[in-house]
């Protein structure tokens, strides 16, 4: 598997940058700009836009909202001057590698970001934009065009060509910027909290990185009580979010509540609060119910590894920035689970099972906040899990570090008229202020406005990877691809085996369901598919055949819907009665699960029932269906046996054991022919077709070089399920399933009391 070719990651990077100037277009607009035709056209029936909490003077209610506002009152606009004038040139090339390392780590993310024309967050916005005249008017409150964290970075960064280093005017811009949120986010929360969401822990907890991390850095540029004013607001912040505790919603936002409360207690040197920080902090990452030993956060009951990446982002710069053992043992997890879960192609792709998953579509190689390579190689200095994930920079391209990250910096400030499409954006002295009002992301780039790899980099992580590397360490390369066989458990939410000719991944953990007494906001569809699946089978010619994956969903639309559900890529047995009523046991949420995994073999059961109540009908079966499946894993095959018993109060009228063959990946139709499907009758191979074929012995699938065989314990009747499954959401998966038909009853209903199948699957050339 080349990391070199991850252009999933390689793209979200380049269209972060080529979005900048259009996500900013409001912010920079010129008021002397050409009309223009907009690039989407507004309709007489858009609907209103929410509404903003508004003032037309920053807050007074308590002595620190006055002592800030008084202070910003006594500010000229030459105190913001800052007078550079210079480029970021003949920038400085360190000889010692671990800081060409630290300054390579810095050139991984497009942040800090201090300029992208035209628009935030500007380091060189008109003087006059920061002083209270220009903050304050009719209109309401507004901003001025700065993102506080970069502008304090600016100030930090040591390179000796830096025209910005220890400048008190860039300080106080950013100081100004965080005064205007603390005090109009103390103002909201006690006039209007209903608006915006804005009382939610995990939606407030984003902008608390905003109003901390700079501080430390900023504080010698105003006075003493000024600064005094200031930590007072920013610990009723901080306790308003430790009285909230986690939401429990969203993992991937609520692990933001930690690091925004870390960089609070930084700023206020309060033992006591750093205390209570850190008690914060395990009850997400210790406990269970929030975070599964496995190595995924606890979604709505289940698991969302693509949203998982968003967690992995934020874990990752809490565990650099703090150094607490059980959120790098976490971060260890996270990466290890995430790369037994993700599967080489022959072609240098890489594919894996998302079945499971409680809203993303995609698997976990695609993943949120991938940043390019930038979370990946943050994450390498935590966690060896997450090595094979980098590859180690050239000498040259280390030397050149620093003055690429300068010449960066150059680019995102320069002076270059700027045309988009039909539209002009402004120049320098043409940036205006814009209304204030709370986001759950206060940027366009979120609060990931720094590089926390670079500023909390570990002493000696450059020679820890050049050992790696000299010792060509099997943690260099996936998993799959090392010189190795294993059987290993994840908890019992995955086992996942790796023998000379083949891999498999089997799911048995929890999924999620809806609650409807939690408070959360509810979704439309399944909360993924479980029940005990073979999520994926591989093998080294073949790349992926099986795989166990959905079609995901948003808070208003399923993109798995209840009427496609023989089409369903998962690994499950799934029926129809003659009413219509569908049933599955891939909406069994908790298994039971038995494993014996020893060197060289292994078993893993797992039993249910059925719920009779799922996917939105009351009563989708009348009577108790019990499930058992179990794997045996060889190093010769991958046996399978399930198995269904009924207490005789249902008809069914189509029941079968779905087998999720993968295709390809749709968008990559130039890289990969389809999955052949061929079925074995009578020692004779033809096409799989959606027509029933009897006395079936086998199924053959080929792919790239290679094939698996499927082999029925006795002749079995099976077919294609009616249409091909094809991800249109977050990723182009293509999936056809096979259905083995498990009442064997010429397509005529029957009350079932026991129904089953065994197979086994192997690799042959």
Same mark, same amino acid.
């Given at each position: 598997?080349s990391?070199r070719h991850?252009?999933h990651?390689?793209?979200t990077?380049?269209l972060?940058l080529?979005?900048q100037?259009i996500?900013?277009?409001?912010f920079?607009?010129a ?22 909490f508004q003032?037309?003077t920053l807050?007074?209610?308590h002595?620190?909202? !006055? ?8 500010l ?5 001057d800052?007078?550079?004038?210079? !480029?970021?040139?003949?920038v400085?090339?360190?000889?010692d ?5 630290r300054?390579f780590?810095l ?7 201090v300029?992208t024309?035209?628009?935030y ?6 003087s006059r +934009? ?16 700065v993102w506080?964290?970069?502008?304090a ?5 040591t390179n000796?060509?830096n ?5 008190? &005017?860039?300080?106080l811009r950013?100081f100004?910027?965080m005064?205007i ?21 995990d ?9 901390a /991390?700079?501080?430390?850095i ?8 000024v600064?005094?004013?200031?930590l007072? $607001?920013?610990r !009723?912040m901080?306790?308003?979010?430790l ?8 993992p ?5 509540? &930690?690091?925004?409360l870390?960089?609070i ?15 914060y ?7 269970p119910?929030?975070?599964?030993p496995?190595? /995924?956060?606890?979604? #709505?009951?289940?698991l ?5 990446g968003?967690?992995?982002?934020f874990? *990752? ?9 059980f ?10 689970l995430?790369a037994?879960v ?6 240098g ?5 998302s079945?499971?998953?409680t #809203?993303y579509s995609?698997?976990?190689w ?11 190689y943050?994450a390498s200095l935590?966690?060896d899990e997450?090595?094979?994930l980098?590859?180690?920079?050239s000498a ?11 010449g960066f ?5 320069a002076?270059?008229?700027v045309?988009?499409?039909q539209r ?10 814009q209304?204030?009002?709370?986001r759950?992301?206060q940027?366009?780039?979120?609060p ?5 790899a670079y500023?909390? /980099? &570990? ?10 590397e ?7 390369r996936s998993p799959?691809?090392?010189?190795e066989t ?10 996942v085996?790796?023998f ?6 089997l ?7 809806p609650?409807p ?6 979704l439309?569809?399944?909360?993924g598919f479980?029940?005990?699946q073979?999520?994926?089978?591989? *093998?080294p ?7 166990? #994956?959905?079609?995901g969903m *948003?808070?208003?639309k399923?993109?798995?819907p ?5 089409s369903w ?8 009665r003659?009413?219509g009523k569908i049933?599955?046991?891939a909406?069994?949420q ?5 494993s ?5 073999? $292994?078993?893993v059961?797992?039993t ?10 009351p009563?989708?079966l009348?009577?108790?269906?019990d499930?058992?499946r ?6 010769d095959a991958l046996?399978v046996?399930?198995? +269904? ?6 008809a069914?009228a ?6 999720p ?12 022919q389809p ?29 790239f070089?290679g ?9 079995r009747?099976?077919?294609?399920s009616?249409?091909?499954?094809r ?5 182009r ?6 259905l083995?038909?498990l009442?064997?009853n010429?397509?005529?209903? +029957?009350?079932?009391?026991t129904a ?6 192997r690799?042959?050339?």
């Amino acid at each position: 598997m080349s990391i070199r070719h991850r252009i999933h990651s390689l793209a979200t990077a380049t269209l972060l940058l080529l979005l900048q100037p259009i996500a900013f277009t409001a912010f920079a607009a010129a008021p002397t700009a050409p009309a223009a035709a907009p690039i989407t056209a507004l309709t007489t029936n858009a609907p209103p836009p929410p509404p903003v909490f508004q003032r037309t003077t920053l807050p007074e209610h308590h002595a620190f909202q !006055k002592t800030l506002r008084q202070y910003l009152a006594s500010l000229k606009p030459a105190d913001f001057d800052h007078g550079v004038t210079q !480029k970021f040139s003949n920038v400085s090339v360190p000889t010692d590698p671990e800081t060409q390392y630290r300054n390579f780590l810095l050139t991984q993310m497009l942040q800090p970001l201090v300029g992208t024309k035209r628009g935030y967050p500007a380091v060189n916005a008109p003087s006059r +934009l920061f002083t209270l005249t220009e903050i304050e008017t009719p209109a309401g409150i507004k901003r001025p065009p700065v993102w506080a964290e970069p502008a304090a970075f600016l100030t930090t960064w040591t390179n000796q060509h830096n025209p910005y280093l220890h400048s008190r &005017p860039m300080k106080l811009r950013a100081f100004v910027a965080m005064c205007i949120h603390l005090a109009m986010l103390d103002a909201q929360l006690e006039h209007a909290p209903e608006i915006g969401g804005i009382g939610r822990s995990d939606w407030f907890a984003p902008t608390l990185i905003v109003l901390a /991390y700079p501080f430390p850095i900023v504080r010698d540029a105003v006075p003493e009580n000024v600064r005094a004013a200031y930590l007072t $607001g920013l610990r !009723k912040m901080g306790q308003r979010l430790l009285d909230w505790g986690p939401k429990g919603e969203e993992p991937q936002l609520d692990v933001v509540g &930690p690091l925004s409360l870390w960089y609070i207690s930084q700023a206020l040197g309060d033992p006591d609060f750093a205390k209570q920080t850190e008690a914060y902090a395990r009850k997400l990452f210790t406990d269970p119910r929030r975070f599964h030993p496995a190595g /995924y956060f606890v979604d #709505r009951g289940g698991l969302d590894l693509g949203y998982g990446g968003q967690a992995n982002f934020f874990t *990752t710069w809490l565990a650099l920035a703090t150094g607490w053992t059980f959120v790098r043992d976490v971060v260890d997890r996270c990466h290890r689970l995430r790369a037994h879960v993700t599967l080489p192609e022959p072609d240098g792709r890489t594919f894996g099972p998302s079945h499971f998953q409680t #809203r993303y579509s995609a698997d976990a190689w695609r993943d949120q906040w991938e940043w390019g390579h930038y979370r990946d190689y943050a994450a390498s200095l935590v966690t060896d899990e997450a090595a094979y994930l980098v590859p180690l920079p050239s000498a040259a391209v280390l030397t050149n570090a620093a003055a690429h990250r300068g010449g960066f910096f150059n680019a995102q400030i320069a002076e270059n008229p700027v045309i988009v499409g039909q539209r002009r954006f402004a120049r320098n002295d043409e940036l205006i202020n814009q209304l204030w009002s709370f986001r759950l992301w206060q940027s366009f780039n979120f609060p990931a406005m720094v590089s926390f790899a670079y500023e909390y /980099y &570990p002493v000696g992580a450059f020679a820890h990877r050049l050992k790696l590397e000299q010792e060509k360490s099997p943690l260099l390369r996936s998993p799959f691809l090392r010189d190795e066989t294993f059987l290993r458990d994840f908890s019992q939410a995955f086992t996942v085996a790796k023998f000379t000719n083949y891999a498999a991944i089997l799911h048995t953990g929890p999924v999620g369901a809806p609650n409807p007494d939690d408070g959360h906001l509810p979704l439309t569809g399944p909360y993924g598919f479980g029940g005990g699946q073979l999520s994926a089978f591989w *093998t080294p010619a073949t790349g992926s055949v099986l795989l166990g #994956r959905r079609g995901g969903m *948003t808070k208003d639309k399923n993109m798995d819907p209840l009427e496609d559900w023989r089409s369903w890529p998962s690994h499950a047995v799934s029926g129809i009665r003659p009413d219509g009523k569908i049933f599955t046991t891939a909406r069994i949420q908790t298994p039971h699960v038995t494993s014996t995994l020893g060197t060289k073999n $292994g078993t893993v059961r797992v039993t249910g029932t059925v719920p009779r109540g799922q996917l939105g009908q009351p009563k989708a079966l009348d009577g108790r269906l019990d499930y058992s499946r179990t794997f045996t894993l060889a190093a010769d095959a991958l046996r399978v046996a399930t198995t +269904l018993q009924s207490t005789g109060q249902d008809a069914f009228a189509e029941l079968y054991e779905t087998l999720p063959v993968f295709l390809r990946d749709t968008a990559q139709q130039d890289k990969a022919q389809p999955t052949t499907i061929e079925l074995e009758r009578n020692k004779t191979w033809s096409a799989a077709t959606t027509n029933w074929t009897d006395q079936v012995t086998a199924a053959r699938l080929t792919r790239f070089t290679g094939a698996v065989l499927i082999e029925f314990d006795r002749p079995r009747r099976v077919k294609l399920s009616p249409a091909e499954f094809r991800d249109t959401y977050l990723s182009r998966a293509s999936c056809r399933n096979l259905l083995i038909d498990l009442l064997e009853n010429k397509d005529q209903p +029957l009350v079932a009391h026991t129904a089953s199948v065994s197979y086994r699957l192997r690799s042959v050339k």
